[in-house]
């Protein structure tokens, strides 16, 4: 999830979310992450309305193998897959053998330090933006700058004016 803490707002935030008693996540945005061991990366902001078990079967074979954490959300879904592996972080385990999300957490904490490194705040009307710009960086990380800048030209298809970012 991409969002601020409660601990950094102002006052008069916090004091809604404690007057009201709103999820402590309430102001964060969810953002899928999904990737192959090895290889690329994919990071998709999720819509309340998004149903993740259908964004896990549109992007995932489900011959592959899952790896996750013991979110709620992939306990049914991953029966569907041919082998579900999970690690428990309430438990300290952070990997069992082949079963680890050490990657995708990786890439996780290189997008939050980009966030506070850089941007400062990402809004939710353009996270997909700012994780699509992270995921072409990681994605080509171990091309040379050359071949980095020609992928990133030979993808522009028209010009962005301020107008069309905005809305």
């Known amino acids: 999830m991409v969002g601020g ?28 992450g999904l990737m192959e061991r ?9 819509k309340p309305t998004d149903f993740v078990p259908d964004l896990l079967r549109a992007n995932v074979d489900l011959e592959s193998v899952l ?14 897959y041919a082998y579900h592996g999970v690690v428990d972080h309430g438990k300290k385990e ?20 980009m966030v506070i490194g850089i941007y400062h705040y990402i809004s939710p009307k353009h996270i997909q933006k700012y994780a699509d710009e992270f995921t072409f960086r990681f994605n080509s990380r171990k091309a040379t700058d050359l071949v980095r800048f ?15 970012l905005i809305k």
Do not use: P
């Open 150 to 164: 020609n992928t990133l030209l030979s993808n522009c298809n028209n010009r962005l004016t301020y107008n069309n």
């Open 94 to 113: 952070y990997g069992r053998g082949y079963n680890y999300t050490n990657g995708i957490e990786g890439c996780f904490s290189q997008f939050d330090r």
């Open 38 to 46: 090895g290889s690329r990366l994919r990071l998709q902001a999720v």
């Open 5 to 32: 803490k409660a601990k950094n707002m102002s006052n008069k935030k916090r004091k809604v979310i404690a007057e009201t008693k709103a999820d402590r996540n309430n102001n964060k945005t969810v953002l899928l």
């Open 67 to 80: 790896m996750t954490d013991t979110a709620n959300t992939y306990f049914k879904i991953g029966k569907d």
